[in-house]
């Protein structure tokens, strides 16, 4: 017999991205938005995401990120040197942020969406975060 711990328990066996509802989420957002994190693959936290509406804006200093969309469709803003670009990711397409790049997601409805993501994760709800103070590291993670 293997000795196996709990949190990687849930990592050998399917999982229904559809049933996610009836599990408790790892965190979520005033009601419209709900995590849940399945593992770490070296500095990425590897996630999925039920979600409605705009996220703040965050940025990863340490790598690129993946979003990957199961269901639904978002776009991606994400702020360039030449101003804002946004990006619609339908549906099973995947879309790649690019390190240190402030961005932000926003769909019109419910959207499930699969991530890498590198961490730390900076968050900044300022108009325009590459000139306001108000950002802060995710205290989760650093």
């Known amino acids: 017999m293997t000795d196996v711990p709990g949190e990687v328990t849930r990592l050998m066996e399917a999982i229904d991205v559809q049933g996610l509802p009836d599990w408790p989420a790892d965190w979520s957002v005033d009601d419209q938005a709900f995590f849940w994190q399945f593992a770490t693959e070296g500095p990425n936290n590897l ?13 990863h200093r340490t790598g690129d990120e993946l979003l990957y969309t199961v269901e639904g469709s978002i776009g991606v803003t994400v702020l360039t040197t ?48 590459r ?11 650093g």
């Open 47 to 59: 996630w999925v995401g039920r979600y409605a509406g705009t996220s703040p804006w965050e940025r």
């Open 82 to 129: 030449d101003g804002a670009l946004t990006t619609s990711v339908p549906q099973e397409s995947i879309f790649v942020v690019p390190t240190g790049m402030w961005h932000r997601v926003a769909s019109d409805g419910w959207t499930v969406q699969l991530g890498a993501t590198p961490e730390p994760t900076d968050h900044s709800q300022a108009a325009d975060p």
């Open 131 to 141: 000139e306001g103070p108000d950002t802060t590291a995710d205290p989760a993670t």
